[in-house]
């Protein structure tokens, strides 16, 4: 494999010799095989992103539930007796600190308003967790095998790999985007923390 720059299409050898391109229709087959393999990687990022989506989508569907149904069954009667008196406490005591005038303010807001300041906190279960660490796992190896084949300093193949990047952006990275009030993007979907 030659390490420097060049723009051969026989006798080139690509990662490793069992690739070696002995003739034209070869060479197009691997430059047609790298296109594909950058738009797939770009389709697996995608899917990942996707992935996270769902799972933050669930996230956030079972947090309105909890606060729905907190707000079916309680009022603020059924609000925990220590909330209620600490912030009546903090409100009168005129030697407190900030941080307990934030608390207090904190407590005393209705459930709701807090989740939807801070978000709930969210963690995978274990199952899911392996799917994103499998699907982090095949972007990895095929982002280096890209990146091997870059080394090939061969023109065509680095072309190639900026096609595929190019068409697999275009194709897969198409989503609406939102913009907030000053203009700048904001995220479609909501956050869990």
């Known amino acids: 494999m030659s390490m420097l720059w060049n723009w051969s299409t026989l006798n080139t050898c690509l990662l490793s010799r069992s690739w070696h391109i002995t003739s034209a229709s070869a060479f197009a087959g691997s430059c047609i095989g790298i296109l594909l393999l950058v738009i797939a990687l770009e389709g697996l990022r995608r899917l990942a992103t996707d992935y996270d989506t769902r799972l933050q989508h669930r996230c956030a569907q079972r947090a309105r539930e909890a606060v729905a149904g ?42 709701q308003q807090r989740a939807a300041q801070v978000g709930p906190v969210f963690r995978p279960s274990v199952g899911e967790q392996g799917v994103r660490a499998g699907l982090h796992a095949a972007q990895l190896v095929g982002a280096y095998v890209v990146m091997l084949l870059a080394m090939s300093f061969n023109g065509y193949v680095l072309l190639c790999i900026v096609a595929g990047g190019f068409l697999g952006f275009a194709v897969f990275q198409w989503r609406p985007m939102q913009l907030d009030a000053a203009g700048r993007r904001t995220m479609m979907t909501p956050g869990c923390g």
């Open 70 to 111: 907190d707000d079916d069954d309680a009022g603020e009667s059924t609000r925990p007796h220590y909330h209620q008196t600490a912030a009546k406490e903090s409100a009168t005591t005129s030697t407190t600190t900030a941080a307990a005038v934030v608390a207090a303010a904190l407590v005393a807001q209705p459930q």
